[in-house]
C-alpha cells in the first residue's frame, strides 16, 4: 500500500509559537492531501483539505490563519499552527489521496502547548 | 454533514469472546470503510463496502453493509488481545473527497 510520513511525530513547544508539521507521500503523488486533528478518546475530525497548487479548504470552525496549509507539490503539505496555544494541543494526522482513490493516513503529529 | 453514529462507544471483553461494533447513519453512502487505530499511530484501513448487502471477512473479523447502504457492522469472533484498538467507521462526504468518521468504538480485550 501506499505510504505517508509525518513529521514530527511529536513536538513540545511554548504558547505563542508557531510550529509547523510537514506530511510526505512517499511512494505516490497525491493530489489531494486532508488534515485531521484528534482529541483524547475522540474520533477524527477533518480541519481541511488541499490540492497540489490551490488554496485549501477549511472546515467550518477551522480558523484558516491560525491554521496555514500549504500543499506545493504532489508529495508534500505542511500545516503550520501559528501562535500555539494549550487548547490546540492535539493529534494531527494527514492522510493523501490520488484523484478518487482511497486516503491514506500518516502516523500523526502529537503536539503539546505548554 | 452525514453524520455516522457509533456503538458501543466503549467495549471491554475478554479473549475468545464475539462482538459486534455497529455503525449507523439516516445518510445513504456509496461506501463505507472501516478503520483501526491504535495509540499514537494513525488509522489503518481494514476493509471497504460497497454493495449493498455485500459481507466481507478478513480473518476473524466479519463486515457487512446495509442493504440500503445506511449502516454497517463488524463482527469479531474469538477476540484476541491483538485486536485491543480504536474502530472507527467511515463514509465519503456528498462532495467525494472528505471522509466523515464515526466517534469510534474503543475495544480492549484482555487476557
Known amino acids: 500500500g501506499a505510504v505517508v510520513s509525518q513529521h514530527p511525530s511529536r513536538v513540545i513547544c511554548k504558547s505563542g509559537t508557531s510550529v509547523k508539521i510537514e506530511c510526505r507521500s512517499l511512494?505516490?503523488?497525491?493530489?489531494?492531501m486532508f488534515w485531521y486533528r484528534q482529541f483524547p478518546k475522540q474520533s477524527l475530525m477533518l480541519m481541511a483539505t488541499?490540492?497540489?497548487?490551490?488554496?485549501?479548504?477549511?472546515e467550518q470552525g477551522v480558523e484558516k490563519d491560525k491554521f496555514l496549509i500549504n500543499h506545493a507539490s504532489l508529495t508534500l503539505s505542511t500545516l503550520t499552527v501559528t501562535s500555539a496555544h494549550p487548547e490546540d494541543s492535539s493529534f494531527y494526522i494527514c492522510?493523501?489521496?490520488?484523484?478518487?482513490?482511497?486516503?491514506?493516513f500518516g502516523p500523526g503529529t502529537r503536539l503539546l502547548v505548554l | 454533514t452525514q453524520l455516522l453514529e457509533q456503538s458501543p462507544q466503549f467495549l471491554s471483553i475478554q479473549e475468545g469472546e464475539n462482538l459486534t461494533v455497529y455503525c449507523n447513519s439516516s445518510?445513504?453512502?456509496?461506501?463505507l470503510q472501516w478503520y483501526r487505530q491504535e495509540p499514537g499511530e494513525g488509522p489503518v484501513l481494514l476493509v471497504t463496502?460497497?454493495?449493498?448487502?455485500e459481507v466481507k471477512k478478513l480473518k476473524r473479523l466479519t463486515f457487512q453493509f446495509g442493504d440500503a447502504r445506511k449502516d454497517s457492522s463488524l463482527h469479531i469472533t474469538a477476540a484476541q488481545p491483538g485486536d485491543t484498538g480504536l474502530y472507527l467507521c467511515?463514509?465519503?462526504?456528498?462532495?467525494?473527497?472528505?471522509?466523515?468518521f464515526g466517534k469510534g468504538t474503543s475495544l480492549l480485550v484482555t487476557p
Open positions: 492522510s493523501g489521496a490520488r484523484p478518487r482513490e482511497t486516503q491514506y
Open positions: 511512494d505516490f503523488q497525491a493530489t489531494t
Open positions: 488541499s490540492n497540489e497548487g490551490s488554496k485549501a479548504t477549511y
Open positions: 445518510s445513504v453512502f456509496s461506501s
Open positions: 463496502v460497497v454493495t449493498g448487502g
Open positions: 467511515a463514509g465519503y462526504s456528498n462532495s467525494g473527497y472528505a471522509l466523515n
